[in-house]
């Protein structure tokens, strides 16, 4: 079946560090991609997504390009702030009415 | 904006008790999910439904029951809590096209 792999946490990183967070995938055929974000004490919001090869979402300056060719979809940001400090799930779906796949959630710090 | 709404940010039950987690959106869609978040677990699906009174088992439906009577609300019912369904649950929403909208959670203790 479908599987997300991302990069184990906790991440912990210095204010206007540069941020990758590693996602691989495994599915048939051709997925959407998605980036979720959960802020402390709420729910999952969704950061950015792609839904065909060599597309790039982008969002509140984090970025992710879906890799066909190495079924990779890794976030990044630039310089990250302290209030990008929260769990992030890497996700796939194959259509509009199929359950969204989950990968495990990285934890990420940021500290002034 | 989408606004998915579960009844109860925290619930604490006894072991044996029938537990409700209820979840609402406002915006007409068809599709709504029950997840359960656990650390170093991620997301993992319980039950999700397409349509009024219609229900499919996710990956971890065992322990768990659900209903959708009206397309806006979905229920998950715990027929008998254990311990082991301590949790954080989370409900979400979809049309189909957009991505899914989730409500806050419920976290759930079972003692």
């Known amino acids: 079946g479908d599987s997300v792999t991302q990069m184990e946490g906790p991440v912990t990183l210095s204010e206007e560090a540069f941020l990758t967070i590693n996602c691989t995938y495994t599915a048939t055929g051709y997925p959407s991609l998605f980036w979720y974000v959960q802020y402390p004490g709420e729910g999952l919001q969704l950061l950015l997504k792609?839904?065909?090869?060599?597309d790039k979402g982008s969002n509140k300056g984090f970025e992710a390009t879906y890799r066909k060719e190495t079924t990779s979809f890794h976030l990044e940001k630039g310089s990250v702030q302290v209030s990008d400090s929260a769990v992030y799930f890497c996700?796939?779906?194959?259509?509009?009415?199929?359950?969204?796949?989950f990968g495990k959630g990285t934890r990420l710090s940021v500290i002034a | 904006d989408v606004k998915v709404t579960q009844s109860s940010r925290y619930l604490v039950k006894r072991t044996g008790e029938k537990v409700f987690l209820e979840c609402v959106q406002d915006?007409?869609?068809?599709?709504m999910f029950w997840y359960r978040q656990d650390p170093g677990l991620g997301l993992r699906l319980i039950y999700f439904?397409?349509?009024?009174?219609?229900?499919e088992k996710g990956d971890i439906p065992e322990g768990y029951s659900v209903s959708r009577e009206k397309k806006e609300r979905f229920s998950l019912i715990l027929e008998s809590a254990s311990t082991n369904q301590t949790s954080m649950y989370l409900c979400?929403?979809?049309?189909?096209?957009?991505?899914?909208?989730f409500g806050n959670g419920t976290r759930l203790t079972v003692t």
């Open positions: 996700a796939l779906r194959h259509s509009g009415n199929t359950p969204l796949v």
């Open positions: 915006m007409d869609h068809e599709n």
């Open positions: 792609a839904t065909k090869a060599d």
């Open positions: 979400a929403s979809s049309d189909g096209v957009s991505p899914l909208h």
């Open positions: 439904s397409y349509d009024v009174k219609m229900k």
